[in-house]
């Protein structure tokens, strides 16, 4: 049978259905991309919330990350926005529920208020009474995690220079005293927008500081030139490491670094080891219940009292404390509770049945004022609180001092020296004292002063006056907030510096001499007196007394480390001892209150505010800054946020996994702008012991829906990260003041990421569809045996080139969207670490070691400052080409490392600059350091001090003379560092092991 033939399909349908095939493929390839054209043209709204969320991953709090997006900001409504003040800056706690906002009202100062979430809504932000001062700025605050301290930036006289940080303690009646957190943080620079890390031991802040190594001679330069607007100033993230705000804001206490500046301010190794030797002669004699008994140390009975709370506050002058480790912790810990029980017992009556009691009433609650300022031990309170009102009860209603007896009689200048320094520390601790009590105060020193301008001082009245009364009187006025150009304080100083002495028979002169009997009264009060009126007569004093004090302590047997009675004999040693010390304390137990250099450079003001409506002005360095010039500027500059903007208004989240800041950086939406960087906790695989490792990665523009066209600053987090409030001028016409606004992070869902993971590498899917349809299209034509007939040479080169190129768009698009699949299934928060970044922070962090234990000592509590003002520079925004790092990658194992080699930073011009900004030439920054050991070199006398080269200020390299160990260890890691491949971020090591 002969075989079927199949009957051939017809060329012309065989082309339809291959066309009709591609025709149908091209629709599916390029429908969906037409579809969610459509969308994103008709629902723009729709197509955003699903394709252009601006997500990021956020650890939760099991430990895993979820990609979550913030919401549009919505401004927040009355009564926080909406008053005639603009608000400028803000904070929120951690719980959401108090917010502290910085209101400045037009051509006025910024003040704090704070705002309670109450019932659904905030209530009507009250001022901050203890924060608050009328002729100064008080603004950017920050609550700390815990809620328990308030931090802020204000320029007010009683700091370092500039705008300083400031905290204030949260007590039982709200925020307490504010206390200046001292050279260790502060400067003769500005700083401000303070923040907490989230295990609160580092602050950071932002600061026009130099970010360079600066010694005495090249920040004077540095300082000049930015007064003087030479320098472009701009504003960069610093650290400082090991901080701790429960205690006071004197480092000037911390046991080593003050020994850099005693000399400074008039003290010397001698006094110091005179000290040590009192307070070992202290605890040795201290009973076990705590006190020190008066009688059996050669002095009165009954006075037990007294000579327990001086011997405490001898202790807490040497910075120790009872509530922390050291090494008379127990002593001082056993002293503050017999005060504290005695009080409570007592109902806070220390003079009751005491001979003269009302001495001892003053000096037990200095005492438990001071114990209560530094530590926040609640336990005090109360004790305090009694002993207070004791005090205000026993004041002379009429002529306003106080005497013996705990009733109001007759008064004397003697008893209320002692009166006035406890309300003064106990207001300073945060309790609440009326000020009617210091008006009388001052209205009895009115009564008791003579003299041409009434600077002498009787003991109870105008008549003979003395120089201890003197002494004693013109502190009280320190105290009462008198200034050094006071007559009545130019006439006391005087007088206690003066050869022709008057008053009590037999002495010849008011300045202590070797031929002057042990008025240890005398001396307390000169010192006190004398050292924060400062000045010539202040250094007159010091020569005088010092080597006075060091010649008349016992050095020899049982009673080594202490001094005889001498005129006070019936006190005993016990308080002959605490006057000398406390008088050799002064040096670094109290900052000068009077700080301010009578004279300094014109004032000077530049066009724009470096935030909006808030005016830098200019201000003559300091009297204490310029003698503070030797401490190291102790903050880490932080590399990773930095640019050749400003940066303002760092916060963490408190998960700890992300920092926000403000900046004005080149490439941002408008004028401020918020970034974002993360925070990655990274344990080493091959670290030796477990270290901790924060590293910090090149900030993010936070992008829409956050920043617009304006100003976005000042932000703040709360409710674990997830709610978010900020400052921002944004309004349709841009002409808007400063408002609040708040906005809420949302978790975005598997459809949303997905949608958004292909709205990112759109372009490269549109590039793989097309490439894959012309290689179709190429290959179904060269299938065509006709086709390829009929082809010249030129049609199949072409055809052959076209392929090519699509097959390479193929495999190029492929490739690229791989990469970004395998970061997006990826661990979101892995990050490699570039160890060039530690060069700044390991050099600044081994200077330290051979400086100071970092460890943050109380300020006395019961020192204020009331100075008139100066003016800070204003600092325009600086706009400049990014800096580049040129890296040199190491790897560090962070247990051995010293020092490390600085970077090199390369500025690189910006072709078109930004027109609302002026224009700055960029700068070559190179900072070489040589790490070579070198020796101290000796100065000698009366050689005056050789200035810098011009430009060394800025352009110099920086020589640190480092000590052996140190230099033994950089050696040592120099011979350890293999190369690794380069990663531009910052790097911040914590860690709990000692110091090697």
Known sequence: MPEKQKTPIP????????????????????????????????QPKTWKAYTGRNAFPVRQNDGSTAMMAWEEPTRLPAPINGHVDEVISASMSADAKTLVLARRPKGGKADL???QFKRGAWSDPQPIITVNSDEFDEFEPAITLDGRHLLYSSDRPDGMGGYDIWVAPLTADGWGVPMNLGPRINSEFNERSPAMNVDKDKLYLSSDRPTFQAGETERRQFWQKLEQGEAAGNYEIFACDDIDLSKDANPLRDRKLREMIIAKLGGSKETEAAVKRALTWYAAGQEPDGRWDSAKHGGMAGQDIAATGFAALCFYGWGERHDKPGEYQDTLARAVEWLANESVKRKGNFAAGVSQGMYGQGIAAIALAEAYGITGDKRLEEPLKLAVQVILKAQQPDQGGWRYNPVPSDADTSVLGWQVMALHSARKAGISVPQTSFDLAAKWLDSAGTGEHGGLYGYQSKSAPSAPMTAEAMFARQLLGAKPSDPRQQESAAFLVSQAGVGKKGRKTNLPGPKSGSNFYHWYYGALAMYQHQGADWQ????????????????????????????????????????????????????????????????????????PGLELKPRPMRKTARQLLKIPLLARHIRALSSTGDEFGLTFSPGGDYVYFASNRLGGTGGYDLYRSRVVHYTPRDAAEAITTHVIQIPENAADPLNTLDDENSASLAGNGRTMIFSSNRSPDRAGSMNLYVTSLTPISPIQAALAFLNSIKWWLIGLLSGLIALIALILWWRNAENRNQASLLVKCLIGSAGLHAGILVLLSLWMIGEAMIVAKGDPMEIAIDADALASEKLSEAIREQVTEIETSPEPIHVVSDRAPTPMPTIDPVEIAPRVMAPTAVLIVPSEVQ?????????????????????????????????????????????AEQPEPEAAFALAPVEPKLSKPVDDAMKKLMTKIPLAPPNIVDVLIETDMPAP
């Open 11 to 42: 060329r012309k349908p065989r082309r339809l259905v291959r066309k009709f095939m591609l025709a149908l493929l091209t629709l599916a390839v390029l429908g969906p991309v037409l579809a969610a054209t459509a969308v994103a043209y008709l």
């Open 899 to 943: 020092v490390e080699v600085a970077e090199v930073a390369v500025a690189e011009p910006k072709a078109l600059p930004r027109p609302d900004v002026r224009q700055v030439q960029p700068i070559d920054f190179a900072a070489d350091v040589d790490l070579e050991l070198k020796p101290q070199e000796t100065p000698q006398p009366n050689q």
């Open 540 to 611: 007159t004093w010091n020569e005088a007394l010092r080597p006075l004090l060091l010649a008349r302590q016992t050095t020899e047997g049982d009673q080594a480390g202490s001094w005889p009675g001498g005129q006070w004999k019936r006190a005993g040693p016990l308080v002959s001892t605490a006057m000398a010390t406390l008088a050799l304390e002064v040096y670094y137990r109290y900052l000068p209150m009077y700080q301010m250099d009578e004279q300094g450079a014109d004032a000077f003001r530049k066009s724009d505010d470096v935030i």
């Open 113 to 115: 208020f704070v705002s």
